[in-house]
């Protein structure tokens, strides 16, 4: 028993130390000099110490009066403690709705020496729910839920150190999506269940599934014709130095969320049947595949809704626009926008209901070879 629990300190170290090596590896290679990821011409934060004038005025565009106010104000800058003099303008079209008061937190833009308001602080206040859900996960995970907080961390590091710069740098796509979804399912699963044939078979059906994913989308990629650009946003980013594979990043933008529901399909299977080996040592592959078979039906239907919904979700508003300004449900359907994110629900659902028997075949297969551990 001692010497599993130092054997798992280990493990649990070496992982870490890899863990980390990887991500400041890939951030040395990726590093560039895009201003986003060099601080040039970045953001000051600052607080409104003073209200100085207040300007409103209206015009119309196609019969519709609008209004305008621009606020002029004063603001001490966090990083000197300069005060500075700023403008906000606020219009139906600004997307900023609340003018800003004494004490406000915000930040501020400098274009050639002349300042203007840019957002609300709001990172601090969303901290506070942060620290909520961390410690809420240590009080009912115990030492699980540390691990699962060193795997979020090295996750996100994956995604903001070395995935985004990897594109910006011009670096394959394809190539990077595929090593950061490979590295985050290897490295949470061993943090979470260290070293064991429940991880590594959760490994091998998680993997199945990203590849699954990856293959469905460069076969319907050729069939429907995409061209990557959805909306602005890609517009946006066709602008930029370095040139950008569109069609790239809807394939990365698949795998890699479709990858959070197939972890949780292959974990779920893979633990589940580890539980029956363990409780009945004799069963035999048949037995045990026909339980994984049954297990994962149950996990389909509940899984593929909650994927279907979440990518409906995170498009609701552009959707709805969309309807207003096509002419038929038709054309709304053939919207590249609604495809693409149809696309990926279909996908992300197709790599669960794959995923469930591969993994369910693979933990029959390696479960019953030799004494589970």
Same mark, same amino acid.
């Given at each position: 028993?001692?010497? !599993?629990?130092?054997?798992?300190?280990?493990?649990? #170290?070496?992982?870490?130390?890899?863990?980390?090596? !990887?991500?400041?590896?890939?951030?040395?290679?990726?590093?560039?000099?895009?201003?986003?990821?060099?601080?040039?011409?970045?953001?000051?934060?600052?607080?409104?110490?003073?209200?100085?004038?207040?300007?409103?005025?209206?015009?119309?565009?196609?019969?519709?009066?609008?209004?305008?106010?621009?606020v002029l104000f004063k603001a001490k800058l966090k990083k000197d403690g300069k005060i500075i003099e700023a403008t906000q303008t606020i219009d139906d079209f600004s997307g900023t709705y609340k003018i800003v008061e004494k004490?406000?937190?915000?930040?501020?833009?400098?274009?050639?020496?002349?300042?203007?308001?840019?957002?609300?602080?709001?990172? %601090?206040?969303?901290?506070? !729910?942060?620290?909520?859900?961390?410690?809420?996960?240590?009080?009912?995970?115990?030492?699980?839920?540390? %691990?699962?907080?060193?795997?979020?961390?090295?996750?996100?590091?994956?995604?903001? #150190?070395?995935?985004?710069?990897?594109?910006?740098?011009?670096?394959?796509?394809?190539?990077?999506?595929?090593? @950061?979804?490979?590295?985050?399912?290897?490295? @949470?699963?061993?943090?979470?269940?260290?070293?064991?044939?429940?991880?590594?078979?959760? #490994? !091998?059906?998680?993997?199945?599934?990203?590849?699954t994913a990856g293959i469905i989308f460069v076969i319907m990629n050729k069939i429907l014709y995409l061209t990557g650009i959805c909306c602005e946003d890609e517009l946006y980013l066709q602008m930029l130095d370095v040139k950008i594979n569109l069609k790239a990043l809807i394939f990365a933008a698949i795998i890699i969320s479709s990858m959070g529901a197939v972890m949780d399909v292959s974990m779920d299977i893979s633990s589940s049947l580890f539980e029956i080996k363990v409780h009945k040592p004799n069963i035999s592959f048949k037995e045990m595949l026909k339980s994984g078979l049954n297990i994962g039906r149950d996990i389909m239907g509940t899984m593929s809704n909650t994927l279907i919904l979440a990518f409906i979700g995170k498009s609701l508003s552009t959707v709805l626009l969309i309807m207003t300004y096509s002419s038929s449900i038709g054309e709304i359907l053939n919207k590249e926008l609604i495809i693409v994110n149809t696309l990926e629900a279909l996908i992300g659902s197709l790599s669960i209901l794959l995923t469930a028997p591969i993994t369910s075949i693979i933990c029959s297969y390696i479960y019953n070879k030799k004494k589970t551990s």
């Open positions: 028993m001692k010497f !599993l629990k130092n054997k798992n300190i280990i493990v649990w #170290i070496i992982n870490f130390i890899i863990s980390a090596a !990887l991500i400041f590896v890939g951030y040395k290679i990726t590093k560039n000099k895009y201003i986003a990821l060099n601080g040039e011409g970045a953001s000051l934060e600052a607080t409104v110490t003073e209200i100085i004038n207040k300007n409103e005025s209206s015009y119309e565009v196609d019969g519709k009066t609008n209004k305008t106010i621009e004490g406000n937190k915000i930040l501020i833009y400098n274009s050639q020496g002349t300042y203007y308001f840019g957002d609300y602080v709001r990172a %601090n206040k969303i901290i506070i !729910l942060a620290i909520a859900f961390c410690i809420l996960l240590i009080a009912l995970g115990g030492i699980k839920g540390i %691990n699962t907080l060193v795997s979020l961390m090295f996750t996100c590091a994956s995604i903001f #150190i070395f995935f985004l710069p990897s594109i910006l740098s011009g670096f394959n796509i394809y190539i990077s999506a595929i090593i @950061t979804c490979i590295y985050i399912i290897i490295m @949470t699963l061993v943090f979470i269940n260290g070293l064991s044939k429940k991880t590594l078979t959760t #490994i !091998l059906g998680c993997i199945f599934g990203v590849i």
